[in-house]
Structures are given as C-alpha cells and as structure tokens.
C-alpha cells in the first residue's frame, strides 16, 4: 500500500515530501509480518463480522481452533452457533453445509485435510457442483469448502495429496488456491462472497510463512471493493521475457526461486501465479507464452490427466504459431504421495524446473 | 435458538410419557396401524397401546382431505405409468401401492416445513402443491428438475440415495439457527438405509437436536434386493435409538395411521425434541421403472398378497362405512383425479423444445470465459445447421 501524495506546487514541494515521508511510515506502521494462517484466519473473521449468514464448521475448528488453527479465536468471539465442531464425517458435513446454503446461509467448512475430503466426493460432485444448474439458478449454493492440500511437509500419508484436479474436473465449482499472504486474505474474503460454490484450496506447506502486509488496510481494500477481483485473474508475479513459468499455489514459490536462479544464468523467466483455477484465465497465460514464446507449467500433483496437463493442452491450442518449443511440464511423478522421506525426490524442485528450461530449444548462444 | 441439549431433550419428552428414554426411542412392539385390511377400524388399534406410543384418530376431515389426495395420487400414478408406455414420457418411478405414504408424508407438514423427496415421491411432492408439470418437467426429460425448491419448500426429487438427508439436515439447522419453527421431512426407502448418508445424517440431526422427521418407505426392494439382503435389524425403525431419537413402525398402507404417526412426529419435532424415525411398511407394487423387469426377483403370488392391502380401497371402505362419503363427495373426488390426469395428458402432449443455451447458462451465477467460448461455439454450429437447411 504505497500512500498517494497531492503536490499542488513547487513552493511547498518540500512540506509535501514530508508529509508522504509521514504517511509513508504511518503506512508502515500498520504492515506486519503475518503468516498465511494469520490472514486466513482474519479474512474469516472479517467476513462473519459483516455477515451474520457466515457460519464454519467442521472437524476440531471450535474449541481447539483447527488442527492448523485457521479458525483459532472464531467459536470464542463468534459463538457456538457461528463456529462449531461437528460429528466426525465429511460427507455430514458438505451435506448439512448444502442444506444451510439452500436456506439462507453461507457455511465455511473446513476438511481437516485433502485426502479426508473423499468421504465427501459424493456431496461436492452431485450436489455442490450441479445445484445451481439443475435448477436452473433458483437454488444457488453459496459456500465455501477449505482443504488444505499438497505436501512438503513431511506429513504421513493420506495427508499431502494434490487432489484439485478432481474439483476442477468438476463444472459447477469454483477452484481458487492463493500462493501469497495477501492472496489467502483477499481469495478467501472473495470465496466466501461468491454466489457460486468455492473449492477454497490452501496449500499447506505456506501457512507458517510470513510477508509484511496490512491486514486492516486489506479489510478495507476488499470491502470498498479497491481491489480487483483474483477470480478469473492469474496474477504475473514476475516478469521475464525468455520463458514462462505457470504455477499455482504451493510450487509458485518454486517457480520463483527457480526465476531468481535463472536470472542470475541470465535467463529473463515470467512467473504467472494462476490463482483461480476455475475459472482459469486463458488471457493472461496465453499472453505470457505469446511473449515469450516458450513454457513450463509446474504443478505437485501427478501430470498425467490433470490441471497442469490442461493448461499445456489450452496454450497449445491457442499459442501453437508463437511457440518456439514444445510446452513442458514439471509435476509430480504419476505414482501415490510419497513417505516422508521420499517426497524430496518427488516434488517439483528449482533444480527441475531449470532443467526444463534448459530443455525449450534454446538457439545456439542463447 | 432453543439452547436445550439434545439429552435433555429426550428425558423431558420420555418423563412427560411417564416412560425412559429407551422405551421413548424404540418403536411400539408392533407397528401402529389402525384399519384392518378390510377397511375396519381396529379395535386395538384405534390407539396405539402402548404409553408413549398412543395415537389419536385424525378428524374426519382431514380424513376426507388426505382421501382425494390418496386417489389423485393413484390416478396420477396410472397416468404417468401409461404415458411412459406410450412413449410420451422418458421414465416414471411409480409409488402405486405407496400412495398413502406419500400423501401422508405431503399432509403432515405446515407451509413453512421443507420436505426432501426421492425420485420416487412424485406423488408427495404434487401433494405438497407443486405445480404438476413442474414436476414432470425432470421425467419427461425437459431438464434435471422443473420447480423452484425456496418456492414450494420441497427439495429437487434426489437420484443419489439419502445424500439429500444431509440437505434436510442442513436446513433444518439453519432454520434453527434463525429461531425459526420450521420442521424437515426427509425421505428415503428401504434399500438407502445402507448408505453411508443415511448414517451420518441421522446422527448429524441428533447431535443438533434438529425438527428432522426422517420418512422411511419401506417397500421391500432395492430394485431386486430384498430387505432381508439389507439389514438384519430387528425392524429398520429401531435403529434410531442407536442415534438416540425416536423411532416408530406404522402400516405404509393404512392412510390414518400414517396421518396419526407423522402428525405426532411433525408436532414433537416442532416443539424441540429432536429428530424422529419413522418406517413405513409398504410394497412396491410395480417393477423399479418402465427399465426393470420385476418377475425375475419376485413372485407373483407375493404382488397378489399385498393387492389384497390396497391402501385405496382399504380407506375408501372405512370412509364410506363412517358415514364420510356421499355420493356427491365421491364425484367430486372422482372428478378432481381426472382433471390433474387430464392435465398431465395435455402437457405431456404439448410440444417442449429445450433451448440448447441452457445448457452453459446456468453451470455458474455468471457464465465463466470458458462457458462463454463453448456457448459461442454450440450456437455457430446450429446457426450452421440451419443455414444448410
């Protein structure tokens, strides 16, 4: 939030410049480091603050605040009614969820984690996704189903699965996954607002890091509508001219640092942070590979038949004259999530990801 | 929001039947009926006999009012069943034999009260007052379904067994949430209480002491599979007191029992004791669909056993011989019946042609870039093929 300074003249261009020194540390006063969980947690708040429709439930996010505390402090300043533990059954709970949106609320769900929201395939596919539909509008479905996902953190099994492909498989849901602390306030803010069903994916391995961001700056960002919207809206998180890196959430920070690496080989790489995907945005990416003209698309979950095979399918289809090289992708391997000691060779890595670079037929001296 | 714990709950209803709360949440030892299958009121039964498990005659004219619902229903049935073999209809799940069921489950519900049907409760859901081609509009293959749910307070007719449980749950909690009175009928048959949802949504509305009635049709089959292949428990009523609410077996095919058991259930729900369970023992008279063949799972010896248990007839002698159907009444009903299937006639034979933008239109509140493009794509195609033409 950089502050806006008004100079009306010369004469007191020196008052001026004081003044945006002052507002300038005004703003920095209200910028802190907060973690992603922080800002999931507040956009939470901030949204059952304004509406009275926004309840969560789920597995442990009452008393205990979720396992990953996300919803830490909700049951306490909200009530039991607001934030509240339910029985321990996925299904009972996207079901009950259906039911609230049909009449009047907009529940915020939480699965404990991505491979204990299979119990619930069956309410997110036949139902979430096709309500709206087959009803032809009359019974929209406003809710929002958080899962926390992919890996990186050592965890056992049944606990690391990329699983977005299914969801956005799915017409009728919407697919958003933030990678930046700013991102995890505004989607959610975003998610919890839509009309439309939101598969609300965070990924896990980022919600312990920190970004110096104004959360209340943010509040107010989102609710005089001073933002933009991210549905739709794939964000260039760095600009490059050579190639393009396509990630979303937990590998678009292995992107950029696989950017930052590139850069120093003098190798100019733009890094587009999908954001939503679904809806995806073809614009933007296609933009990007057009100017460049070469591409990587980097996703955890295994390549074949997914969200990563889909977006080289779509650039493909819409940049094929301005491609110099085939698409590549770096993924995950097709094999089920790893043991812990094992996901090292497994996930996406820096190291990977510039071998593929290496490989999009450079001209000789390139 | 009543703050009152579900535990608590079922003690202050069961001291009030002077009984434990184990004996409130089991079913009576048999299941209430109250007219023999002659039509007769039954002696024993004119109440059930067992505390807590009493059950007053409904007034005549409710009686009267859920009869002429009782024989549109198994007009309505015969007609639609006709016109599927005429090939007017793609498909009609029949209740023909269940009517009385579905009248009853339609009949027990105040305005506000939701109920959540399956592809097999047409007849209920006309009788909640859904306007009949509505309701045909998802059979004849127009689209998925044809009324507003907010509307009529009744939830599209669920194909996936008992996941709409979870939905009857779930409203009902809203409504509770909001200090609303608002009572949920869910339904399901027999074969869906081996579902996973049926489980999770009858414990979900336990916990929260939610106004669910939870309406089981049992109609013997699953399709092909009997009962006997589903549960070995000792009636699928008592398992509610493994959830810890209050569960009760009644005749499926006696209209006023079913009226004094949902009718009790609706007003307990109401006044905050938690969910209820109540089985319905009925038969499906007809096969599956117009797709099954039921000679192959069933005998005909069976089918003839229960034709003798005809819902239809067994009320109409027991009005008739009460004194509560004159002539005129009986036409008047008569005539009733043959407008609604005359009116199902007319739509069915009108010509409908779905408009094929429909089909991006409504995947999302607003139609994504992607809906878009395809939208664009399927209307350059027809234009083309139009333009062949």
Same mark, same amino acid.
């Given at each position: #939030?950089?502050?806006?300074?008004?100079?009306?003249?010369?004469?007191?261009?020196?008052?001026?410049?004081?003044?945006?020194?002052?507002?300038?540390?005004?703003?920095?006063?209200?910028?802190?480091?907060?973690?992603?969980?922080?800002?999931?947690?507040?956009?939470?708040?901030?949204? #059952?603050?304004?509406?009275?429709?926004?309840?969560?439930?789920?597995?442990?996010?009452?008393?205990?605040?979720?396992?990953?505390?996300?919803?830490?402090?909700?049951?306490?300043?909200?009530?039991?009614?607001?934030?509240?533990?339910?029985?321990?059954?996925?299904?009972?709970?996207?079901?009950?969820?259906?039911?609230?949106?049909?009449?009047?609320?907009?529940?915020?769900?939480? #699965?404990?984690?991505?491979?204990?929201? &299979?119990?619930?395939?069956?309410?997110?596919?036949?139902?979430?996704?096709?309500?709206?539909?087959?009803?032809?509008?009359?019974?929209?479905?406003? $809710?929002?189903?958080?899962?926390?996902?992919?890996?990186?953190?050592?965890?056992?099994?049944?606990?690391?699965?990329?699983?977005?492909?299914? &969801?956005?498989?799915?017409?009728?849901?919407?697919?958003?996954?933030?990678?930046?602390?700013?991102?995890?306030?505004?989607?959610? !803010?975003?998610?919890?607002?839509?009309?439309?069903?939101?598969?609300? $994916?965070?990924?896990?391995?980022?919600?312990?890091?920190?970004?110096?961001?104004?959360?209340?700056?943010?509040?107010?960002?989102?609710?005089?509508?001073?933002?933009?919207?991210?549905?739709?809206?794939?964000?260039?998180?760095?600009?490059?001219?050579?190639?393009?890196?396509?990630?979303?959430?937990?590998?678009?920070?292995?992107?950029?640092?696989?950017?930052?690496?590139?850069?120093?080989?003098?190798?100019?790489?733009?890094?587009?942070?999908?954001?939503?995907?679904?809806?995806?945005?073809?614009?933007?990416?296609?933009?990007?590979?057009?100017?460049?003209?070469?591409?990587?698309?980097?996703?955890?979950?295994?390549?074949?038949?997914?969200?990563?095979?889909?977006?080289?399918?779509?650039?493909?289809?819409?940049?094929?004259?301005?491609?110099?090289?085939?698409?590549?992708?770096?993924?995950?391997?097709?094999?089920?999530?790893?043991?812990?000691?094992?996901?090292? &060779? &497994?996930?996406?890595?820096?190291? !990977?990801?510039?071998?593929?670079?290496?490989?999009?037929?450079?001209?000789?001296?390139? | 929001?009543?703050?009152?714990?579900?535990?608590?709950?079922?003690?202050?209803?069961?001291?009030?039947?002077?009984?434990?709360?184990?004996?409130?949440?089991?079913?009576?030892?048999?299941?209430? =009926?109250?007219?023999?299958?002659?039509?007769?009121?039954?002696?024993?039964? +004119?109440?059930?006999?067992?505390?807590?498990?009493?059950?007053?005659?409904?007034?005549?004219?409710?009686?009267?009012?859920?009869?002429?619902?009782?024989?549109?229903?198994?007009?309505?049935?015969?007609? @639609?069943?006709?016109? *599927?073999?005429?090939?007017?209809?793609?498909?009609?799940?029949?209740?023909?034999?269940?009517?009385?069921?579905?009248?009853?489950?339609?009949?027990?519900?105040?305005?506000?009260?939701?109920?959540?049907?399956?592809?097999?409760?047409?007849?209920?859901?006309?009788?909640?007052?859904?306007?009949?081609? /509505?309701?045909?509009?998802?059979?004849?293959?127009?689209?998925?379904?044809?009324?507003?749910?907010?509307?009529?307070?009744?939830?599209?007719?669920?194909?996936?067994?008992?996941? +709409?449980?979870?939905?009857?749950?779930?409203?009902?909690?809203?409504?509770?949430?909001?200090?609303?009175?608002?009572?949920?009928?869910?339904?399901?048959?027999?074969?869906?209480?081996?579902?996973?949802?049926?489980?999770?949504?009858?414990?979900?509305?336990?916990?929260? @002491?939610?106004?669910?009635?939870?309406?089981?049709?049992? @109609? +013997?089959?699953?399709?092909?599979?009997?009962?006997? +292949?589903?549960?070995?428990?000792?009636?699928?009523? =008592?398992?509610?007191?493994?959830?810890?609410?209050?569960?009760?077996?009644?005749?499926?095919?006696?209209?006023?029992?079913?009226?004094?058991?949902?009718?009790?259930?609706?007003?307990?729900?109401?006044?905050?004791?938690?969910?209820?369970?109540?089985?319905?023992?009925?038969?499906?008279?007809?096969?599956?669909?117009?797709?099954?063949?039921?000679?192959?799972?069933?005998?005909?010896?069976?089918?003839?056993?229960?034709?003798?248990?005809?819902? *239809?007839?067994?009320?109409?002698?027991?009005?008739?011989?009460?004194?509560?159907?004159?002539?005129?009444?009986?036409?008047?009903?008569?005539? =009733?019946?043959?407008?609604?299937?005359?009116?199902?006639?007319?739509?069915?034979?009108?010509?409908?042609?779905?408009?094929?933008?429909?089909?991006?239109?409504?995947?999302?509140?607003?139609?994504?870039?992607?809906?878009? /493009?395809? %939208?664009?794509?399927? %209307?350059?195609?027809?234009?083309? /093929?139009?333009?062949?033409?």
């Amino acid at each position: #939030m950089s502050p806006t300074v008004t100079t009306s003249s010369a004469a007191n261009g020196n008052v001026s410049a004081a003044t945006a020194a002052a507002a300038a540390r005004t703003a920095d006063a209200g910028t802190q480091p907060v973690t992603f969980a922080k800002a999931l947690n507040t956009a939470l708040a901030d949204s #059952m603050a304004l509406e009275e429709s926004v309840l969560v439930f789920g597995e442990d996010v009452g008393v205990l605040g979720g396992v990953f505390r996300i919803t830490d402090g909700l049951t306490k300043r909200f009530g039991t009614g607001r934030c509240f533990d339910t029985p321990l059954a996925e299904s009972g709970i996207v079901g009950m969820a259906i039911g609230m949106a049909m009449n009047g609320m907009r529940p915020v769900i939480e #699965m404990q984690f991505d491979a204990f929201a &299979y119990p619930a395939f069956e309410q997110i596919a036949s139902h979430v996704a096709k309500m709206h539909n087959r009803t032809k509008g009359k019974m929209p479905l406003p $809710m929002v189903i958080r899962i926390p996902y992919a890996g990186g953190i050592g965890g056992v099994e049944h606990h690391c699965d990329s699983s977005e492909s299914y &969801y956005a498989h799915t017409p009728g849901l919407k697919v958003f996954t933030p990678a930046t602390v700013r991102d995890a306030y505004l989607m959610l !803010r975003e998610a919890i607002d839509s009309p439309d069903p939101v598969i609300f $994916m965070e990924p896990k391995k980022l919600y312990w890091t920190k970004e110096q961001v104004d959360l209340e700056a943010l509040r107010l960002s989102h609710e005089t509508d001073a933002v933009p919207p991210t549905e739709g809206r794939a964000a260039i998180a760095r600009s490059g001219t050579d190639a393009t890196l396509i990630a979303y959430g937990p590998s678009v920070s292995t992107a950029m640092a696989a950017a930052e690496a590139a850069a120093l080989e003098g190798r100019s790489l733009e890094v587009i942070d999908v954001r939503t995907i679904v809806p995806l945005d073809d614009a933007t990416i296609c933009a990007s590979v057009r100017k460049t003209g070469r591409a990587v698309v980097i996703a955890e979950a295994p390549g074949f038949a997914s969200v990563s095979s889909e977006i080289v399918a779509r650039i493909q289809e819409r940049c094929f004259h301005s491609l110099a090289a085939p698409v590549l992708r770096v993924t995950g391997f097709d094999t089920p999530y790893p043991a812990p000691k094992l996901e090292k &060779y &497994y996930l996406p890595s820096v190291d !990977r990801i510039l071998d593929a670079v290496d490989a999009l037929q450079w001209e000789e001296g390139a | 929001m009543t703050t009152t714990e579900p535990r608590d709950a079922i003690e202050q209803v069961s001291s009030k039947f002077g009984i434990t709360p184990e004996d409130y949440m089991l079913p009576a030892r048999t299941e209430i =009926h109250m007219l023999d299958i002659n039509g007769k009121l039954h002696p024993s039964g +004119q109440q059930g006999a067992e505390p807590g498990h009493e059950y007053p005659l409904p007034s005549p004219k409710a009686l009267v009012d859920a009869y002429e619902q009782l024989v549109i229903g198994r007009r309505v049935n015969d007609q @639609n069943s006709a016109l *599927v073999r005429q090939g007017r209809m793609a498909v009609y799940p029949s209740s023909h034999g269940q009517e009385a069921c579905q009248v009853a489950a339609a009949l027990c519900l105040g305005e506000d009260d939701w109920m959540f049907p399956t592809y097999r409760d047409t007849v209920a859901v006309m009788a909640k007052g859904v306007a009949p081609m /509505e309701v045909m509009a998802g059979f004849r293959g127009d689209w998925h379904s044809g009324y507003d749910p907010k509307q009529y307070k009744v939830s599209i007719q669920s194909t996936p067994l008992t996941t +709409q449980l979870l939905h009857a749950v779930g409203v009902a909690h809203a409504a509770k949430l909001r200090g609303e009175d608002t009572v949920v009928l869910a339904m399901c048959g027999d074969g869906a209480t081996s579902e996973g949802d049926f489980h999770e949504a009858l414990n979900f509305a336990a916990v929260f @002491n939610l106004p669910v009635i939870f309406f089981v049709q049992n @109609n +013997q089959y699953a399709i092909s599979v009997p009962l006997s +292949q589903q549960s070995v428990a000792p009636s699928l009523a =008592h398992k509610a007191v493994g959830y810890g609410m209050a569960g009760e077996r009644v005749d499926g095919n006696d209209l006023v029992a079913l009226l004094a058991v949902l009718g009790r259930a609706v007003r307990l729900a109401r006044e905050g004791n938690g969910p209820l369970l109540v089985e319905a023992h009925t038969y499906r008279m007809q096969a599956h669909t117009n797709a099954d063949d039921a000679t192959r799972y069933r005998e005909d010896s069976e089918v003839q056993g229960w034709i003798a248990k005809d819902p *239809v007839t067994r009320m109409r002698t027991y009005l008739a011989d009460a004194g509560l159907l004159p002539q005129d009444t009986e036409e008047r009903i008569a005539a =009733h019946a043959e407008a609604v299937a005359k009116n199902l006639r007319d739509g069915m034979n009108s010509e409908n042609v779905p408009d094929p933008a429909d089909l991006f239109a409504h995947v999302y509140s607003t139609p994504t870039t992607q809906m878009a /493009e395809q %939208a664009a794509m399927l %209307a350059d195609e027809l234009a083309r /093929e139009e333009d062949a033409k």
